[in-house]
């Protein structure tokens, strides 16, 4: 089993809608954990820490489920400009906090 | 503020040439990294550095060195190049709060 898995996609949506992305961990000791948003040929960007009581920013929210291992980010109202790739960070909480990247999740939002 | 800097931003290489990639970071971040990220496979670390002085290979070292020169910087060897290290490079550092920030990567192409 890969340490963090996503779906690849791409998930096609349009414009409006709202759309759910899970992502995986198989380390039970993880203590860290964020969303990434990459464009294409660009460097990814942090989009959001994921805490254990959940959190939001505007149209974003992450939540984690330490029981069931896995973090999920939702968008809704999605806009044309929310098309990229959403990675999954998984990271211990202290020595060299080497993260592991899922692969990421491709969404394409249309008109 | 830069954030992580990396140079040079493209570079093509013949096989059998050496080169070194630049990184260097002003937000006093002790940990660092260098990752390379291939189409399906997602970003690979290579080798990190926890802090100044100290460096330890990652998920895929062979053909790589680095060296932690000072705080700030981090740079990545290319010995002698071969047609497999055609990839993106990213440097990037580690905030405890705000997790990874990555430089603008290197497009690197051997042939």
């Known amino acids: 089993r890969k340490e963090v898995e996503q779906d690849p996609g791409p998930f096609n949506v349009p414009e409006g809608a709202t759309v759910a992305f899970n992502c995986t961990y198989s380390n039970s000791a993880s203590q860290s954990f964020f969303w990434y948003r990459q464009d294409c040929r660009k460097e990814p960007k942090l989009l959001m820490s994921v805490y254990s009581s959940g959190n939001e920013d505007g149209r974003f929210t992450a939540q984690l489920n330490r029981a069931s291992q896995y973090i999920s980010l939702l968008i809704r109202d999605s806009k044309l400009s929310d098309s990229a790739t959403y990675l999954c960070v998984v990271s211990p909480s202290g020595g060299s906090y080497i993260p592991t990247f899922g692969r990421g999740t491709s969404l394409i939002v249309h008109p | 503020n830069a954030g992580v800097t990396q140079t040079p931003k493209f570079q093509v290489l013949k096989t059998g040439q050496s080169m070194t990639l630049q990184c260097a970071q002003d937000?006093?971040?002790?940990?660092m990294y260098w990752y390379r990220q291939d189409p399906g496979m997602g970003l690979r670390l290579i080798y990190y550095?926890?802090?100044?002085?100290?460096?330890d290979k990652g998920e895929v070292p062979n053909g790589y060195n680095v060296s932690r020169l000072n705080k700030r910087e981090f740079s990545l060897r290319l010995e002698s190049a071969a047609p497999s290290q055609t990839s993106v490079y990213f440097c990037?550092?580690?905030?405890?709060?705000?997790?990874?920030?990555f430089g603008s990567g290197t497009r690197l192409t051997v042939v």
């Open positions: 937000m006093n971040h002790n940990s």
């Open positions: 990037a550092s580690r905030d405890n709060k705000y997790g990874y920030t």
């Open positions: 550095s926890a802090s100044e002085g100290t460096t």
